[in-house]
Protein backbone atom coordinates (compact mmCIF):
# COMPACT_ATOMS: atom_id res chain seq x y z
CA UNK A 1 0.00 0.00 0.00
CA UNK A 2 1.42 3.20 -1.09
CA UNK A 3 2.36 5.93 2.01
CA UNK A 4 2.80 9.66 1.77
CA UNK A 5 6.47 10.68 2.08
CA UNK A 6 8.80 13.38 2.29
CA UNK A 7 8.79 13.96 -2.22
CA UNK A 8 4.99 14.45 -1.70
CA UNK A 9 5.38 17.86 0.21
CA UNK A 10 7.88 19.03 -2.81
CA UNK A 11 5.86 21.01 -4.66
CA UNK A 12 6.53 19.01 -7.69
CA UNK A 13 5.14 15.87 -9.56
CA UNK A 14 4.66 13.75 -6.22
CA UNK A 15 2.24 16.88 -4.92
CA UNK A 16 0.26 16.99 -8.03
CA UNK A 17 -0.71 13.34 -7.43
CA UNK A 18 -1.28 13.90 -3.96
CA UNK A 19 -3.57 16.77 -4.47
CA UNK A 20 -5.17 14.78 -7.20
CA UNK A 21 -5.67 11.53 -4.75
CA UNK A 22 -7.42 13.65 -1.60
CA UNK A 23 -9.54 15.71 -4.61
CA UNK A 24 -10.46 12.44 -6.14
CA UNK A 25 -13.29 11.98 -3.43
CA UNK A 26 -14.73 15.29 -3.99
CA UNK A 27 -17.69 15.47 -6.23
CA UNK A 28 -17.23 17.41 -9.36
CA UNK A 29 -19.68 20.25 -8.58
CA UNK A 30 -17.91 20.88 -4.88
CA UNK A 31 -15.02 21.68 -6.00
CA UNK A 32 -13.50 24.48 -7.96
CA UNK A 33 -13.04 25.07 -11.49
CA UNK A 34 -9.55 25.76 -11.34
CA UNK A 35 -6.01 25.21 -9.50
CA UNK A 36 -4.31 28.42 -8.62
CA UNK A 37 -2.81 29.10 -5.22
CA UNK A 38 -5.95 31.81 -4.77
CA UNK A 39 -9.21 30.53 -5.58
CA UNK A 40 -12.03 33.96 -7.10
CA UNK A 41 -15.63 33.15 -5.00
CA UNK A 42 -18.55 35.10 -5.12
CA UNK A 43 -17.41 37.66 -7.92
CA UNK A 44 -14.11 38.80 -6.75
CA UNK A 45 -13.37 37.56 -3.07
CA UNK A 46 -9.86 36.06 -3.67
CA UNK A 47 -9.34 33.35 -0.58
CA UNK A 48 -6.35 30.94 0.12
CA UNK A 49 -4.76 28.66 2.74
CA UNK A 50 -1.69 27.78 3.66
CA UNK A 51 0.35 26.06 6.56
CA UNK A 52 3.83 27.02 7.77
CA UNK A 53 6.19 24.65 9.39
CA UNK A 54 9.57 25.89 8.08
CA UNK A 55 12.77 24.33 9.92
CA UNK A 56 14.31 26.16 11.03
CA UNK A 57 12.13 29.08 12.72
CA UNK A 58 14.25 31.58 12.77
CA UNK A 59 16.13 31.80 9.22
CA UNK A 60 18.41 34.22 8.05
CA UNK A 61 16.04 36.98 6.13
CA UNK A 62 12.59 35.97 8.35
CA UNK A 63 11.02 33.72 10.36
CA UNK A 64 8.15 31.75 10.70
CA UNK A 65 5.76 34.52 11.52
CA UNK A 66 7.00 37.05 8.78
CA UNK A 67 6.20 33.48 6.45
CA UNK A 68 3.10 32.34 7.37
CA UNK A 69 1.65 36.28 6.40
CA UNK A 70 3.70 36.48 3.33
CA UNK A 71 2.83 33.15 1.89
CA UNK A 72 -1.02 33.88 2.04
CA UNK A 73 -1.21 37.40 1.30
CA UNK A 74 1.63 36.55 -2.51
CA UNK A 75 -0.93 33.81 -3.41
CA UNK A 76 -3.34 36.77 -3.71
CA UNK A 77 -1.12 39.24 -4.68
CA UNK A 78 -0.43 37.52 -8.09
CA UNK A 79 -3.86 37.13 -8.49
CA UNK A 80 -4.66 40.74 -8.79
CA UNK A 81 -6.10 40.22 -5.59
CA UNK A 82 -5.53 42.72 -2.76
CA UNK A 83 -5.25 41.60 0.62
CA UNK A 84 -7.40 42.21 3.78
CA UNK A 85 -8.60 39.77 5.69
CA UNK A 86 -6.63 36.97 7.90
CA UNK A 87 -7.17 34.03 10.11
CA UNK A 88 -4.23 32.43 11.64
CA UNK A 89 -4.07 28.55 13.16
CA UNK A 90 -1.36 28.28 15.85
CA UNK A 91 -0.66 24.38 16.94
CA UNK A 92 2.54 24.54 19.27
CA UNK A 93 4.54 22.15 21.06
CA UNK A 94 4.34 22.13 25.05
CA UNK A 95 7.25 23.42 26.33
CA UNK A 96 8.02 26.08 23.28
CA UNK A 97 9.22 30.02 25.07
CA UNK A 98 6.12 32.18 25.20
CA UNK A 99 9.12 34.41 24.64
CA UNK A 100 9.83 32.71 21.19
CA UNK A 101 5.79 32.80 20.48
CA UNK A 102 5.33 36.45 21.05
CA UNK A 103 8.29 37.27 18.75
CA UNK A 104 7.02 35.20 15.91
CA UNK A 105 3.64 36.56 16.36
CA UNK A 106 5.45 40.19 16.23
CA UNK A 107 6.88 39.60 13.29
CA UNK A 108 3.17 38.08 11.96
CA UNK A 109 1.69 41.48 13.13
CA UNK A 110 4.64 43.93 11.79
CA UNK A 111 3.27 42.28 8.14
CA UNK A 112 -0.44 42.63 8.87
CA UNK A 113 0.29 46.75 9.62
CA UNK A 114 2.61 46.72 6.67
CA UNK A 115 -0.06 45.79 4.29
CA UNK A 116 -2.97 46.71 6.12
CA UNK A 117 -4.47 43.60 6.33
CA UNK A 118 -7.14 42.70 9.34
CA UNK A 119 -6.40 39.48 11.80
CA UNK A 120 -10.61 38.48 11.90
CA UNK A 121 -9.91 34.81 13.07
CA UNK A 122 -7.57 32.25 14.69
CA UNK A 123 -7.13 29.17 16.78
CA UNK A 124 -4.65 27.42 18.87
CA UNK A 125 -3.87 24.63 19.72
CA UNK A 126 -1.11 22.74 22.36
CA UNK A 127 0.37 19.66 21.43
CA UNK A 128 2.53 16.74 23.78
CA UNK A 129 5.76 17.45 23.44
CA UNK A 130 7.24 15.01 20.41
CA UNK A 131 4.14 15.42 18.33
CA UNK A 132 5.03 18.21 16.46
CA UNK A 133 8.44 20.20 16.44
CA UNK A 134 8.01 23.56 17.69
CA UNK A 135 4.97 25.74 16.26
CA UNK A 136 3.41 24.85 13.13
CA UNK A 137 1.00 28.00 11.70
CA UNK A 138 -2.04 27.73 9.02
CA UNK A 139 -3.46 30.80 7.57
CA UNK A 140 -6.34 31.72 5.35
CA UNK A 141 -6.01 34.93 3.64
CA UNK A 142 -9.03 36.70 2.09
CA UNK A 143 -9.07 39.86 -0.25
CA UNK A 144 -10.95 41.80 -2.92
CA UNK A 145 -9.97 41.32 -6.97
CA UNK A 146 -8.97 44.60 -8.22
CA UNK A 147 -8.40 43.57 -11.71
CA UNK A 148 -11.08 43.92 -14.40
CA UNK A 149 -10.74 40.48 -15.71
CA UNK A 150 -9.13 37.39 -13.47
CA UNK A 151 -5.40 36.71 -13.44
CA UNK A 152 -5.21 32.74 -14.83
CA UNK A 153 -2.58 30.29 -16.67
CA UNK A 154 -5.59 30.10 -19.38
CA UNK A 155 -4.56 33.74 -20.54
CA UNK A 156 -1.28 32.86 -21.53
CA UNK A 157 -0.67 33.40 -25.33
CA UNK A 158 2.65 31.90 -27.68
CA UNK A 159 4.58 34.94 -27.78
CA UNK A 160 4.05 36.30 -24.23
CA UNK A 161 7.02 37.01 -22.18
CA UNK A 162 8.39 35.37 -18.86
CA UNK A 163 9.67 37.82 -16.14
CA UNK A 164 11.26 36.33 -13.00
CA UNK A 165 10.71 39.71 -10.37
CA UNK A 166 13.77 39.03 -9.05
CA UNK A 167 16.47 36.71 -8.11
CA UNK A 168 15.55 32.73 -7.77
CA UNK A 169 16.44 30.75 -4.82
CA UNK A 170 17.20 32.94 -1.99
CA UNK A 171 14.97 31.28 0.35
CA UNK A 172 15.42 27.64 -0.59
CA UNK A 173 19.29 28.44 -0.02
CA UNK A 174 19.42 29.93 3.13
CA UNK A 175 17.53 27.55 4.43
CA UNK A 176 19.58 24.62 2.58
CA UNK A 177 22.70 27.11 4.62
CA UNK A 178 20.97 27.28 7.94
CA UNK A 179 20.66 23.23 8.16
CA UNK A 180 24.21 22.34 7.01
CA UNK A 181 26.00 25.23 9.28
CA UNK A 182 26.97 27.11 6.27
CA UNK A 183 27.17 31.29 6.14
CA UNK A 184 27.99 32.45 2.50
CA UNK A 185 28.34 35.92 2.86
CA UNK A 186 24.85 38.00 1.64
CA UNK A 187 22.77 35.35 1.82
CA UNK A 188 19.24 36.07 3.23
CA UNK A 189 15.73 34.50 2.52
CA UNK A 190 13.56 36.76 -0.07
CA UNK A 191 10.93 36.51 2.35
CA UNK A 192 8.75 39.82 0.98
CA UNK A 193 5.50 41.02 0.63
CA UNK A 194 4.88 41.61 -2.97
CA UNK A 195 1.23 43.38 -3.12
CA UNK A 196 3.20 47.00 -2.85
CA UNK A 197 5.86 45.79 -5.98
CA UNK A 198 3.20 43.69 -8.60
CA UNK A 199 0.27 46.41 -7.79
CA UNK A 200 1.70 48.55 -10.75
CA UNK A 201 1.43 45.99 -12.86
CA UNK A 202 -2.70 45.52 -12.82
CA UNK A 203 -2.78 48.31 -15.08
CA UNK A 204 -0.93 46.83 -17.68
CA UNK A 205 -3.80 45.07 -20.48
CA UNK A 206 -0.91 42.95 -22.00
CA UNK A 207 -0.71 40.97 -18.02
CA UNK A 208 -1.52 37.53 -18.25
CA UNK A 209 -0.52 35.96 -15.00
CA UNK A 210 1.83 35.71 -12.24
CA UNK A 211 2.85 33.27 -9.88
CA UNK A 212 4.73 33.13 -6.27
CA UNK A 213 7.61 30.51 -7.01
CA UNK A 214 7.40 28.96 -3.54
CA UNK A 215 7.47 25.00 -2.75
CA UNK A 216 9.54 23.27 -6.41
CA UNK A 217 10.83 26.94 -7.21
CA UNK A 218 10.23 28.88 -10.75
CA UNK A 219 10.99 25.39 -12.63
CA UNK A 220 7.77 24.04 -10.97
CA UNK A 221 5.95 27.05 -11.74
CA UNK A 222 7.03 26.72 -15.56
CA UNK A 223 6.22 23.06 -15.67
CA UNK A 224 2.37 23.93 -14.25
CA UNK A 225 1.79 26.60 -17.13
CA UNK A 226 2.95 24.93 -19.48
CA UNK A 227 0.75 21.75 -18.86
CA UNK A 228 -2.11 23.38 -17.47
CA UNK A 229 -2.68 25.47 -20.37
CA UNK A 230 -0.90 23.02 -22.67
CA UNK A 231 1.87 25.47 -24.80
CA UNK A 232 5.24 25.50 -24.70
CA UNK A 233 7.51 27.42 -22.46
CA UNK A 234 11.30 28.23 -23.73
CA UNK A 235 13.82 29.62 -20.80
CA UNK A 236 16.97 31.28 -21.52
CA UNK A 237 19.54 30.51 -18.89
CA UNK A 238 21.59 33.26 -19.27
CA UNK A 239 18.63 35.52 -18.33
CA UNK A 240 17.77 33.86 -14.83
CA UNK A 241 18.70 36.05 -12.50
CA UNK A 242 20.56 33.94 -9.63
CA UNK A 243 23.28 35.38 -7.31
CA UNK A 244 26.71 34.20 -6.81
CA UNK A 245 25.85 32.99 -2.96
CA UNK A 246 22.78 31.07 -4.04
CA UNK A 247 24.95 29.59 -6.80
CA UNK A 248 27.79 28.58 -4.24
CA UNK A 249 25.24 26.91 -2.30
CA UNK A 250 23.82 25.07 -5.28
CA UNK A 251 27.02 23.55 -5.71
CA UNK A 252 28.06 22.65 -2.87
CA UNK A 253 24.95 20.57 -1.66
CA UNK A 254 24.44 19.30 -5.56
CA UNK A 255 20.66 21.57 -6.04
CA UNK A 256 19.16 22.97 -9.07
CA UNK A 257 18.31 26.46 -8.74
CA UNK A 258 15.36 26.44 -10.96
CA UNK A 259 13.97 24.44 -8.24
CA UNK A 260 14.68 26.14 -4.92
CA UNK A 261 12.02 28.06 -3.46
CA UNK A 262 11.45 31.71 -3.00
CA UNK A 263 8.98 33.92 -0.98
CA UNK A 264 9.54 36.84 -2.59
CA UNK A 265 9.87 36.33 -5.93
CA UNK A 266 6.73 35.87 -8.75
CA UNK A 267 6.83 34.81 -12.45
CA UNK A 268 4.95 36.72 -14.67
CA UNK A 269 3.73 36.71 -17.51
CA UNK A 270 3.00 39.37 -20.10
CA UNK A 271 2.18 40.32 -23.71
CA UNK A 272 5.44 41.33 -25.65
CA UNK A 273 4.19 44.85 -26.40
CA UNK A 274 4.07 44.99 -22.63
CA UNK A 275 7.44 43.67 -21.15
CA UNK A 276 9.56 46.65 -21.29
CA UNK A 277 6.57 48.76 -19.39
CA UNK A 278 6.44 45.71 -17.13
CA UNK A 279 10.55 45.74 -15.92
CA UNK A 280 10.06 49.01 -15.08
CA UNK A 281 7.49 49.09 -13.06
CA UNK A 282 8.69 46.13 -11.32
CA UNK A 283 12.80 47.72 -10.87
CA UNK A 284 10.76 51.24 -9.40
CA UNK A 285 10.26 48.61 -6.27
CA UNK A 286 13.62 48.19 -4.14
CA UNK A 287 12.58 44.21 -4.66
CA UNK A 288 12.67 43.74 -8.03
CA UNK A 289 15.88 45.47 -9.12
CA UNK A 290 17.12 42.44 -10.54
CA UNK A 291 13.52 41.84 -12.55
CA UNK A 292 14.31 40.26 -16.10
CA UNK A 293 12.44 39.27 -19.30
CA UNK A 294 13.69 35.16 -18.50
CA UNK A 295 12.04 33.35 -21.58
CA UNK A 296 8.99 33.21 -24.22
CA UNK A 297 5.54 31.31 -24.18
CA UNK A 298 5.91 29.42 -27.74
CA UNK A 299 3.59 26.59 -29.71
CA UNK A 300 6.49 24.66 -30.34
CA UNK A 301 6.72 21.66 -27.82
CA UNK A 302 3.49 21.95 -26.64
CA UNK A 303 3.01 21.05 -22.67
CA UNK A 304 6.88 21.15 -22.05
CA UNK A 305 9.26 23.82 -20.92
CA UNK A 306 12.88 23.84 -22.54
CA UNK A 307 15.98 25.77 -21.08
CA UNK A 308 18.32 26.99 -23.72
CA UNK A 309 21.66 26.24 -21.68
CA UNK A 310 24.49 28.97 -21.59
CA UNK A 311 26.46 26.97 -23.91
CA UNK A 312 23.99 26.77 -26.62
CA UNK A 313 22.08 23.10 -26.22
CA UNK A 314 18.60 22.63 -24.78
CA UNK A 315 17.59 21.13 -21.83
CA UNK A 316 13.98 19.46 -20.80
CA UNK A 317 12.96 21.17 -17.49
CA UNK A 318 10.42 18.48 -15.83
CA UNK A 319 8.79 18.62 -12.39
CA UNK A 320 11.25 17.77 -9.52
CA UNK A 321 9.79 14.05 -8.37
CA UNK A 322 11.26 13.77 -5.01
CA UNK A 323 12.45 16.17 -2.27
CA UNK A 324 15.42 18.23 -2.94
CA UNK A 325 15.00 19.92 1.24
CA UNK A 326 11.74 19.52 2.96
CA UNK A 327 10.27 21.87 5.44
CA UNK A 328 11.50 25.03 3.62
CA UNK A 329 8.04 27.06 4.38
Not at 48 to 62: A, L, M
Not at 135 to 161: H, N
Not at 210 to 217: A, E, H, L, V
Not at 225 to 235: D, F, H, K, M, S
Request: charged share 20%; net charge negative.
Amino acid sequence: MEKVTLGHGSGGRLTQNLIQTILSVFPEQNLTSNLEDCALIWGKIGVTIDSFTVSPRDFPGGDIGELAICGSANDLAVRGVLPRFIAMSVVAEEGLHMAELSRYMKSAARICEDLNIQLVAGDTKVVPKGHVEGLFITTCAVGEQITEESLGMDRLQPGDKIIASTSIGRHGAAIGASRFNLNPENLKSDCAPLWPALKPLLALKGLRCMRDCTRGGLGTVMCEWAEGRNIGITLVEKQIPIRIAVQSICDILGFDPLYLACEGCAAIAVAPDDADRALGLLRESSLCEEAAVIGTVTEDHAGMVALQTEIGGMRVVDMPVGEMLPRIC
